[in-house]
């Protein structure tokens, strides 16, 4: 190579090496992003452009600058809503407003009247058990009953030679009363029934049904030395009253006129049989009175013995409440 040709090439090599350094020192005046790293500072600058323009519009081009200023505002906004010339920017705080009424009141509204806001005590005497219930909490009515159905049941009754008369109607408030109440003063023919007791006629047919056809039989099979049957004593038939005269619970039968306590049987001779716990009693008087329990279920919906629990350890409960299904409770 001669040395023109070399001179050239040198001098070819300054020119790129300039025009290099040249290339390389027009990237600073572009903004002061890239001062720490002239090449990323060219990547992050298109990076935030999509992120800003998801949520509003081509408006968000300066918003490098707005992110600050939405923070800003924030606060400042409801204070100070009256400045004139730098408002246009800030309706954006208005997209918070409208991010309030998203979980609006609208959307809380439909549940609320099922859980009873309009009347809060009504619904906490609802929400209840009925364990926790007073009578007047029950609000409970007295049951409507047809005038067929009673004139067929107390036609039943004098058939079987019940000694009874109608009663006015009861109604003692919540729900304590009988429509068509009875007083029944023989359980049969010659059987007294002592006190008189007042109850509903179904009440009463089944007491005269189980008396005719379980307990004065078994009374014959296991006493026949005592002779017959005189006298039922009751202890209570209609009360106004919750179950086991409990302060809170379900309303009794009793209150209903639907129940009656038997406490024990008097015969022509000998002691009267009180009822009382007899699981163990192996005498005839205890299988007479397992028996006569046993065969109430088949006249009454419910049975309690002495034998149930505490509440009934002097007395046979008997009532005729209807169930679903004809579901009946003896124990």
Known sequence: ?????????????????????????????????????????????????????????????????????????????????????????????????????????????????????????????????????????????????????????????????????????????????????ITVSEALPGIKLKPEATMRCPAALALARWMKESVIPAASAALPEQGRITTVNQATSYMCRLRNSAETGKISEHARGNAIDITSFHFEKGEDVAVRSRREDPTLTGAFQRTVSAAGCLYFTTVLDPESDAAHETHFHLDVIERKGGYRYCH
């Open 1 to 181: 190579m001669t040395e023109p040709d070399a001179l050239r090439t040198l001098s070819i090599l300054a020119i790129l090496a300039a025009t290099a350094f040249l290339t390389g020192a027009r990237l600073p005046p572009h903004g002061p992003l890239p001062q720490p790293r002239p090449d990323a500072g060219e990547m992050t600058a298109p990076a935030p452009l999509p992120d800003k323009t998801e949520p509003p519009a081509p408006v968000d081009v300066p918003a490098p600058q707005p992110k600050p200023d939405v923070k800003e505002p924030t606060t400042p906004a409801p204070d100070q809503p009256t400045a004139p010339p730098t408002e246009p920017t800030k309706p954006e705080p208005a997209k918070p407003e409208r991010a309030k009424p998203e979980p609006s009141e609208p959307v809380q509204g439909p549940p609320l009247p099922p859980g009873g806001v309009s009347s809060p005590q009504t619904p906490v005497e609802e929400n209840k058990p009925p364990a926790e219930q007073t009578l007047e909490e029950q609000h409970l009515t007295i049951e409507p009953e047809s005038d067929a159905e009673h004139a067929e049941c107390t036609a039943a009754l004098q058939a079987l030679g019940v000694i009874f008369k109608e009663a006015p109607r009861i109604d003692d408030g919540n729900g304590c009363g009988i429509d068509k109440p």
